[in-house]
């Protein structure tokens, strides 16, 4: 409906926007900037990498358990999440980490570069979510329906296992690594 809204009467973009609770823009200009910490090419331990994967999960968790609260597609819905997570994070995850990436057993740091694919994954997360909460606002009735609802999951768990696939390729990449020799 948001789509064909915005087809129909573009005017009504400015409405959308205004009626956007303040916090959704500190929210969005937060994501924006994790996303373009991640241009750049970084020297980081493990937990560096992988918490952003980690909170990027609980906000699609979140989100899934806000949207569907109280439907009966929440616990189906948490099973579709898992599903498209696992089946991305496996895929995404076959090529090893990008091109480009080391690691030091020595320092335990990785050398990662920079890439637009993580910022692109954050905006695509924050849209969908944005665009699911337009739709509920104009069609609550929506969260019920199973088709919506099992779509709505597996793009959260899709996009969520991509995300997560780099940190995931990095411990891969660190356990494949010998293990350094003791100090004296």
Same mark, same amino acid.
């Given at each position: ?11 009504? &973009? %400015?409405?959308?926007? !205004?009626? *956007? @609770?303040?916090?959704?823009? =500190? /929210? #969005?200009?937060? $994501?924006?900037?994790? +996303? ?27 989100? &899934? %358990?806000?949207?569907? !609260?109280? *439907? @009966?597609?929440?616990?189906? =819905? /948490? #099973?579709?999440? $898992?599903?498209?997570? +696992? ?98």
């Amino acid at each position: 409906m948001l789509i064909q809204l915005l087809t129909e009467h573009p005017e009504a &973009l %400015g409405e959308i926007v !205004a009626r *956007t @609770p303040r916090w959704v823009w =500190g /929210l #969005l200009a937060a $994501l924006t900037l994790l +996303g373009v910490t991640q241009l750049r090419t970084r020297r980081l331990p493990l937990r560096r990498a992988v918490a952003p994967a980690i909170g990027l999960a609980l906000f699609s968790l979140f989100s &899934l %358990g806000k949207d569907l !609260a109280g *439907t @009966p597609w929440l616990a189906p =819905g /948490l #099973l579709v999440w $898992l599903a498209a997570f +696992g089946s991305l994070m496996l895929a995404a995850t076959r090529s090893g980490p990008r091109p480009g990436t080391t690691y030091d057993p020595l320092s335990r740091r990785f050398v990662v570069p920079g890439s637009v694919l993580p910022l692109l994954t954050i905006l695509a997360i924050f849209l969908l979510k944005y665009g699911v909460g337009v739709e509920l606002a104009m069609q609550p009735s929506l969260r019920l329906e199973p088709g919506f609802a099992l779509l709505l999951c597996a793009g959260y768990g899709a996009l969520t296992g991509y995300f997560a696939a780099r940190p995931f390729a990095l411990w891969q990449l660190a356990s494949r690594q010998p293990a350094s020799p003791a100090c004296a």
